[in-house]
């Protein structure tokens, strides 16, 4: 037996002999899953609903940390500052791939210093008009436009939103004169687009669904791929002619950057598992949700398509924020 041979010998043994190392067990403590939003809105109720279920399969408190404040800016600055080590989890928005357009001065990126776990749901943007306004296609709307454009106002719940910047690429993709008017929120918004002080909005399917069924508003069309299940009977931009216009605020978990592979595939399966259960699929649909339960892979490549989809429109806009 020669030299190399014997060693190799040896060094089986020696492998033989040694137990492997066992992964890490992941959680053995609580984790916090951080939402950019005040408690009660879609995005927290989205949050603690994947939260309790993951406390049940984890045997570890999953504990929503809500953290409000200047466009999501707040709250991800934190997550991109915390260890990467699957105990803070960020539940986030569109807004957060607006956001590096509109604040000049972002200690953090917005991608680069992130790890996508999962694209869970997107909540499509629908064209929502004031049932005053004679038109019930979008055909019909987009020649309303052609002649009342420059006197048409579009609310949103405050600039650099996914609804301001939504409607300002309505405003290109129709070439009409609509005018935006910024809310301090969706409520007081919804309040004047129903009382007729402006005339149209897309909005969140979450805020409009219940005014769409009692007739406070007209649905003119979904910014989707494919129809809503809880709006079955609205038609999408693309079925309407206007080929291409999708915009959604969506929810997606994220990790900071730091994290390493193999448990951002840990959290993704766990989460993912949920999502898939019929009961919380089913809960996620009646927000006015389109369940997308995307891979890692998958949500990056969404994020990286809907930065440079926001970097247009806010350019498009002349927004900025402080």
């Given at each position: 037996?020669?030299?190399k041979?014997?060693?190799a010998?040896l060094?089986?043994?020696?492998?033989?002999?040694?137990?492997?190392v066992?992964?890490?067990?992941?959680?053995?403590?609580?984790?916090?899953m951080?939402?950019?939003?005040?408690?009660?809105?879609?995005?927290?109720?989205?949050?603690?609903?994947?939260?309790?279920?993951?406390?049940?399969?984890?045997?570890?408190?999953?504990?929503?940390?809500?953290?409000?404040?200047?466009?999501?800016?707040?709250?991800?600055?934190?997550?991109?500052?915390?260890a990467?080590?699957?105990?803070?989890?960020?539940?986030?928005t569109?807004?957060?791939?607006?956001?590096?357009?509109?604040?000049?001065?972002?200690?953090?990126?917005?991608?680069?210093?992130f790890?996508?776990?999962?694209?869970?749901?997107?909540v499509?943007?629908?064209?929502?008009?004031?049932?005053?306004?004679?038109?019930?296609?979008?055909?019909?709307?987009?020649a309303?436009?052609?002649k009342?454009?420059?006197?048409v106002?579009?609310?949103?719940?405050?600039?650099?939103?996914?609804?301001?910047?939504?409607?300002?690429?309505?405003k290109?993709?129709?070439?009409?004169?609509?005018?935006?008017?910024?809310?301090?929120?969706?409520?007081?918004?919804?309040?004047?687009?129903?009382?007729?002080?402006?005339?149209?909005?897309?909005?969140?399917?979450?805020?409009?669904?219940?005014?769409i069924?009692?007739?406070?508003?007209r649905?003119?069309?979904?910014?989707?791929?494919?129809?809503?299940?809880?709006?079955?009977?609205?038609?999408?931009?693309?079925?309407?002619?206007?080929?291409?216009?999708?915009?959604?605020?969506?929810?997606?978990?994220?990790?900071?950057?730091?994290?390493?592979?193999?448990?951002?595939q840990?959290?993704?399966?766990?989460?993912s598992?949920?999502?898939?259960?019929?009961?919380?699929?089913?809960?996620?649909?009646?927000?006015?949700?389109?369940?997308?339960?995307?891979?890692?892979?998958?949500f990056?490549?969404?994020?990286?398509?809907?930065?440079?989809?926001?970097?247009?429109a806010?350019?498009?806009?002349?927004?900025?924020?402080?």
């Amino acid at each position: 037996m020669t030299l190399k041979t014997t060693l190799a010998a040896l060094a089986g043994c020696l492998a033989l002999a040694v137990p492997a190392v066992a992964a890490e067990p992941y959680p053995t403590r609580p984790v916090t899953m951080v939402v950019p939003y005040a408690a009660g809105g879609a995005t927290d109720v989205v949050a603690r609903a994947i939260a309790e279920k993951l406390s049940t399969a984890w045997k570890q408190p999953v504990v929503v940390d809500n953290r409000a404040g200047a466009g999501t800016t707040i709250a991800a600055r934190a997550v991109a500052q915390a260890a990467g080590d699957g105990y803070t989890l960020f539940m986030t928005t569109s807004a957060h791939t607006i956001s590096g357009h509109l604040y000049p001065g972002l200690t953090y990126d917005p991608v680069k210093d992130f790890a996508p776990i999962t694209l869970v749901t997107k909540v499509p943007l629908v064209l929502v008009v004031n049932p005053q306004v004679p038109a019930k296609t979008l055909a019909e709307f987009t020649a309303w436009l052609a002649k009342e454009g420059d006197k048409v106002n579009f609310a949103s719940p405050g600039i650099g939103t996914a609804q301001h910047l939504s409607g300002e690429l309505f405003k290109i993709a129709t070439k009409s004169g609509i005018t935006h008017v910024p809310y301090k929120g969706d409520s007081p918004a919804l309040t004047d687009l129903m009382g007729g002080q402006v005339q149209m909005m897309l909005a969140t399917a979450t805020a409009v669904i219940p005014l769409i069924e009692t007739g406070k508003l007209r649905a003119i069309a979904v910014a989707n791929a494919r129809r809503l299940p809880a709006l079955p009977d609205v038609p999408t931009f693309d079925e309407s002619g206007l080929k291409g216009f999708e915009a959604a605020t969506w929810f997606g978990l994220l990790a900071p950057a730091s994290i390493k592979p193999e448990l951002v595939q840990v959290i993704y399966k766990e989460v993912s598992r949920i999502v898939a259960e019929p009961e919380m699929t089913k809960r996620l649909e009646q927000l006015g949700g389109d369940v997308v339960n995307s891979t890692p892979e998958a949500f990056a490549a969404f994020m990286a398509d809907e930065t440079v989809k926001w970097g247009a429109a806010a350019k498009a806009s002349g927004a900025t924020l402080k």
